[in-house]
């Protein structure tokens, strides 16, 4: 049953991102980075500035307030996690090298897409206590006067993030410590479901205290082991980097199924990782208290090239080195343990290990990071805490599941969802794309003047003061 579940999923996944959504994601990216003028190129040190003004709680008027810097930390969480290490080696079995190539292009025109659908959710953002809620759901409702679409993308992101890519995160973490220490996928469900418990059930401000520990060391410590790989085989880096490109063409075809599976993987693993234009990232970004929507579309742009422009590539160019040592056909392994294996080779039998412990506070971060985006959604439903006790129960169960059920079906399942999702979010933030081109106008002609760019209700006369209630 489930093997023919499987397979239909398979043949609608084939036609969504096949012939929609790769012209959808990276059409959309060109759009806001030409109508913008390259805002994700042209802003690298404001976001910078930006980032420190929010690790040091600028802004804040009250200290259980989520600080810019602690958005950025949740919504990297999220970002930063299975896709880097498992999609990425999955991405390049399937698709070759020429996949990372598309996995940066996604990133690259997408993080354009992330400022807008990120200024959106600030702008439109609800009190929720004493800190803020918001997303795309509440930017569909309020700007776009579309309560089913709303209610739709809330129900598809909460089965999205908080149930089908949590089982995938789990999947990443049990296979890993199966193959590293031997530990039972099913002692692992237990685990993961128990200590993923506790958390949620703690609130949105123990979730952004963990993750803004979490975030830093996890990528730190991962980045120092890529950068020692690169290092140890410097000499052949520059032929992995020209086979990144030409096999993007079609011109070098190692493996896999030639440019067309390159495009495909890498688009689909690229936005696994990165999330540019799906619509969970704003979810993160609304909660921040900034003085003006821009701000906080910068430092979410900033994100998506911190996953994939730097951690993404530095699995790619560890596991390609992989491959040029033993071939890419005797390669060992799918998904984390094809990673896994490539550190293996490079550095000995520590290798797998280390891995293992990286991917557990890379994956756990995400469990973490996804739950937030579904309890922002399921609030933007009902007030009901029944309701949301209940969804938080089950994400322990579906953690359970993912962590003992086999690879194909759960990834599967998340390129789905994730598509059904990208295509709501995208619809929505080209028909209120203006909005963000206004509000980033606004701020550059602030900073013009001197002045420390913020923004009030005012400055959008045409736009309903009760949908903007937070300026």
């Not at 071939?327 to 490079?346: C, E, P």
């Not at 506070?361 to 469990?367: D, E, G, K, T």
């Not at 399921?378 to 309701?387: D, E, H, P």
């Not at 980033?440 to 009030?456: D, R, W």
Request: glycine content about 12%; proline content about 2%; some cysteine.
């Amino acid at each position: 049953m489930l093997d023919a579940i499987n397979s239909v999923i398979g043949q609608v996944n084939h036609f969504l991102w096949d012939y929609l959504l790769i012209f959808l994601l990276i059409g959309t990216g060109l759009y806001f980075t030409l109508r913008l003028k390259f805002v994700q190129f042209v802003n690298f040190g404001e976001m910078f500035r930006l980032l420190g003004e929010g690790f040091t709680g600028k802004g804040k008027t009250h200290k259980n307030q989520v600080s810019s810097f602690q958005a950025f930390c949740i919504a990297t969480a999220s970002r930063v996690g299975t896709g880097n290490l498992a999609g990425v080696a999955t991405a390049i079995a399937a698709g070759g090298p020429g996949a990372v190539f598309w996995m940066w292009i996604v990133a690259l025109v997408g993080s354009a897409s992330a400022f807008v659908e990120s200024t959106l959710a600030q702008l439109y953002k609800e009190r929720g206590g004493d800190s803020f809620i918001g997303g795309p759901a509440f930017y569909i409702r309020k700007g776009l006067k579309m309560p089913w679409m709303s209610t739709l993308f809330a129900v598809v992101i909460c089965i999205t993030f908080g149930l089908i890519f949590n089982a995938v995160q789990a999947n990443t973490i049990a296979q890993a410590y199966d193959a590293a220490f031997g530990v039972s996928p099913y002692i692992m469900a237990a685990i993961l479901a128990v200590s993923t418990l506790v958390i949620i059930f703690g609130g949105v401000q123990r979730i952004a205290k963990l993750v803004g520990v979490l975030v830093p060391v996890m990528a730190i410590l991962y980045i120092l082991l890529a950068i020692v790989i690169i290092a140890m085989n410097i000499g052949q880096v520059p032929g992995i980097i020209k086979s990144i490109f030409t096999s993007a063409f079609g011109v070098e075809q190692v493996f896999g199924g030639g440019v067309g599976a390159a495009i495909s993987y890498g688009v689909k693993r690229g936005l696994f990782s990165n999330e540019a234009g799906m619509g969970s990232a704003p979810n993160a970004a609304a909660t921040a208290a900034v003085s003006h929507p821009v701000k906080q579309g910068f430092i979410q742009a900033l994100s998506v090239f911190t996953d994939t422009i730097i951690i993404c590539t530095c699995t790619a160019v560890v596991v390609l080195l992989y491959g040029a040592d033993v071939g890419y056909s005797n390669m060992v392994g799918d998904g984390i343990q094809l990673t896994q294996n490539a550190v293996n080779q490079h550095i000995g039998a520590w290798g797998g290990p280390f891995i293992a412990i990286c991917i557990l506070l890379f994956a756990y971060s995400s469990i973490i990071g996804n739950y937030y985006y579904s309890e922002a959604n399921i609030r933007s439903l009902t007030k009901n805490r029944a309701v949301l006790n209940g969804f938080r129960l089950l994400v322990g169960v579906l953690v359970v599941w993912g962590a003992v059920a086999g690879l194909d079906i759960v990834w599967n399942f998340a390129d789905l969802t994730m598509g059904v999702m990208a295509v709501i979010n995208i619809v929505a933030i080209l028909l209120l794309g203006k909005l963000a081109l206004r509000l980033y106008h606004n701020y550059k002609s602030q900073k013009t003047e001197g002045k420390n760019p913020t923004f009030h209700a005012e400055t959008l006369p045409d736009v309903d003061k009760k949908d903007i209630e937070c300026w």
